[in-house]
């Protein structure tokens, strides 16, 4: 048995949590993986996935294999770029996650733009709306918006975000009063629960801080949905800043109060420090650093 090449089957299946995706993934037809996981088990004496009709999951003992799997192979890539020397191309497989909109945005175009000069390297792009632990999901980059707690994460600055309030001119040509922020509570509020979850937008500059309590007429789960709703001139909504550059840009949406936004969010790209990161996660991460920092949206 290839204990490495078993290894990484393994991990694949466990990330992917499924044996067809994790063959896609590794080019390998789904019976050989099955078959490699079969033989694994066995020769661990130990049963490492759960399996259902609709999903696999790693079992108690699986997700202790999974932590030593990434490390032995993390360990394997690092001794074959010390062998091959600092100036070999990076190959492998790399997981990377980010907001969905932002990702599918903004960090899109820096992973193809990385794919496209590495033939090499595969890319799993996780876009999610929460934290990711990247340690414990198996990612290797991440970016993130918002301060950052301390941790053991090398944290490098691309650029900032705001958020902001805005509207259709057709739906501002024919809406209520609206000259201050209190007068929010009068208007046809589309919440994009992400953003802002609750009732309460909070507003402000060095000069003054507001609290409008508002009641959406329209609570989306995601910010697309709300950014179509206003584009549709139904109401106003806050997201932030890079959702609406380009619709902003065009006149389609119109910035409300900008004196009254927020401070800046800062935008981080995130790492693991030290040995675990690999010439391939460090060769991505410059990539993204530099599509990121030259893009006009992170300018708070």
């Not at 090499?120 to 990612?139: K, P, T």
């Not at 993130?144 to 958020?163: F, K, Q, W, Y």
């Not at 004196?259 to 990161?277: C, F, R, S, T």
Request: hydrophobic fraction near 45%; aromatic fraction near 4%; proline fraction near 6%.
């Amino acid at each position: 048995m290839d204990r490495l090449h078993s290894m990484s089957v393994f991990v694949a299946v466990a990330e992917e949590e499924g044996f067809a995706a994790a063959a896609r993934r590794l080019n390998m037809s789904p019976p050989a993986v099955t078959r490699t996981i079969a033989a694994l088990e066995a020769h661990l004496g130990i049963k490492l996935l759960t399996r259902t009709t609709r999903f696999v999951r790693t079992t108690n003992a699986g997700q202790r294999y999974l932590e030593s799997a990434r490390s032995i192979l993390a360990q394997a890539d690092e001794a074959d770029e010390a062998a091959a020397g600092v100036h070999a191309a990076p190959r492998g497989h790399l997981a990377v996650t980010a907001p969905v909109l932002f990702g599918s945005m903004h960090v899109m175009p820096g992973i193809v733009e990385f794919l496209r000069r590495y033939p090499d390297v595969s890319v799993n792009a996780v876009f999610l709306d929460r934290a990711v632990n990247l340690l414990e999901e198996g990612i290797d980059v991440g970016v993130r918006i918002g301060e950052l707690p301390d941790s053991t994460m090398r944290a490098i600055p691309v650029g900032s975000v705001r958020r902001i309030i805005c509207a259709s001119p057709d739906y501002l040509a024919e809406c209520p009063e609206l000259n201050e922020p209190k007068h929010l509570t009068a208007q046809t509020i589309i919440s994009a629960s992400p953003v802002s979850p609750g009732l309460e937008w909070r507003l402000g500059n060095a000069r003054q801080q507001i609290s409008v309590k508002v009641q959406p007429r329209l609570t989306v789960s995601n910010n697309a949905a709300a950014i179509e709703a206003a584009l549709m001139g139904f109401g106003i909504t806050r997201l932030m800043s890079y959702q609406a550059a380009d619709h902003l840009a065009a006149g389609r949406l119109v910035r409300i109060f900008p004196d009254y936004e927020p401070p800046a969010l800062p935008v981080h790209i995130i790492h693991l420090e030290g040995k675990q990161a690999s010439g391939k996660v460090r060769a991505l991460v410059d990539v993204l650093v530099e599509q990121l920092r030259g893009n006009a949206v992170l300018g708070g």
